[in-house]
């Protein structure tokens, strides 16, 4: 990076701007770090572009054409853009498939396109003229009217058992999907269940009690559509139904949701005020957050977090939410989450003193509820965005009481016990590690001996000497150092040494002394011997390497190196 443009630049904005923006001087460091990043970033990505590029047109001659599918992969895989490609390409005298590029990236948008098509548009409550009231904070059921029934988009009057649809109600505890947090799952039955319908010779018969499963809750304009199949009975409009929510897994959704908070809090009191929610998930299961931040934590941070958010939730502060103005939210400092919107009266969500958000979400009651936090994983998802998962409640026991299983076993496989298996582990990797190289070293020491008895049966075709033969038991290492020696006993020769490795693998390595590399080139040598058993292989004039996929052909490719060599010299 260009120290002197990092030292100017910064100051420079601080100086011009810092009057109208007071943060930018508070973020100095910030800017300057994320500047820095940011050019780092675009330099690996011209060198990664610059490597396919040479790879595919490094030999190429002035006027060839650049193909649109290059300029597409490069620009579309490796970020490299594609007048960038168009000035290297001037620069070598090379023309560009513009056109070509083009149809490429029409093709790409005609595949988004096709991807991001939905069968069921969910915006499009408000135009049903449907508007449900959510009573979910305070109550897990309620009884309600259906307003509207929809299959495949389409309102429809009643459905019947066995059929998939959305149900729309005037008032619902089901919370639809919002801010991170997944829709609700649960049930609505039918309310009365002495219902009738008539017979079919005019009497009547008892209803089949209707109860349709809801398996997710999403937002279709005003309306919370209740997702899911009919299981039993018949259910049409204006029947008075009961919802009933799945209690146990909103819980479960309310201590990572809260927990959500807590650790949104704790990341930007540790690493600072940079830190903002780009992201999150928050199931039953566990809970997702991404956030903006420059580089990965370390274990030392990660530990910290967790430990800070543990302390809240042993303190146990109670977790308030009001409703007020948007604008008086955020003057009192109320953080309002990335990707939401919001109506002028919001919900506020305070944990203590800890964490002010503004949170449309389910949460509990007091911090202490969640019993426990624990981070899971931690990684990168995008330039300058970090993500961590982690467990909350029983989930978080649960997944402890599993590593420490996992410990455990670990500590008795190795004779050791939880508390040294970190040594234990460490001993058997370097007694691992000392028995490879002892490994190797015999290998070495069996190529070489093989070496010195192979020596004595090499061919001599016009003063060049010829040996193709097979090792047993050599790895690549093995035969790399066998044809070195070979070449340096020998002096004058060309070398094929061959070995097998499992039923379907075999290993090839080719040496040519400098003083026939004129007439005799490994990598073409290896490229004739690797294809005639099942492979591929290349490498420079004195040195190749290949293999292949079928062993029982290994002793006739290397029979015919002799007419190899002979089939290319050419008198003196």
Known sequence: CNEPFFHRLVPTLVETMGEAFPELARGAADVEQALRAEEERFAETLAAGMAQ????????????????????????????????????????????????????????????????????????????????EFVGYDTAECRAQVLALLQEGRRVESIEAGASAEVLLDRTPFYAE????????????????????????????????????????????????????LASGRLRVSDVVVARIDAQRREAIRLNHSATHLLHAALRRLLGRHVTQKGSLVAPERLRLDFSHPQPLTTAQLLEVERLVNEQIRANAQALTRVMDQEAAVAEGAMALFGEKYDRRVRVLSIGDFSLEL???????????????HITGESGVAAGVRRIEAVTGQMALDYLARLDAMLGSVAGLLHGSRENVADKVREALERARALERENRAL?????????????????????????????????????????????????????????????????????VTSDQTARFKAGELMGVVAAQVGGRGNGRADFAQGGGSRPEALDTALAGVASWVRSRLTPR
């Open 178 to 229: 919002s801010g991170g947090q997944v829709g609700d799952q649960g049930e609505i039955a039918g309310a009365d269940a002495a219902s009738t319908d008539s017979g079919a010779a005019g009497g009547t018969a008892p209803r089949a009690v209707a109860r349709f499963v809801v398996q997710d809750t999403q937002k279709r304009g005003t309306a919370h559509a209740h997702l899911g199949y």
């Open 359 to 373: 949170c449309g979400g389910t949460h509990v009651r007091r911090a202490g509820d969640i019993g426990l936090f």
């Open 443 to 511: 290998k070495d020491k069996l190529a070489l001996g093989h070496g010195t008895d192979l020596a004595a049966g090499a061919l001599e075709i016009d003063g060049v000497k010829v040996l193709a033969t097979r090792v047993e038991g050599a790895d690549a290492a093995a035969l790399r150092a066998a044809v070195d020696q070979l070449k340096s006993r020998l002096r004058s020769a060309v070398i094929v040494l061959g070995s097998i490795e499992s039923a379907s693998k075999v290993l090839l390595v080719a040496g």
């Open 53 to 132: 590029f040479e790879a595919r047109m490094g030999d190429a001659q002035a006027g060839a054409l650049v193909p649109g599918s290059l300029v597409f992969l490069l620009h579309d895989t490796y970020g490299f853009p594609p007048d960038l490609t168009a000035d290297i390409a001037r620069e070598r005298g090379l023309l560009v498939d513009m056109d070509g590029y083009e149809r490429e990236m029409h093709s790409q948008r005609e595949r988004a396109r096709a991807a991001s098509r939905f069968n069921v548009d969910l915006r499009a409550g408000a135009e049903l003229g449907v508007q449900s």
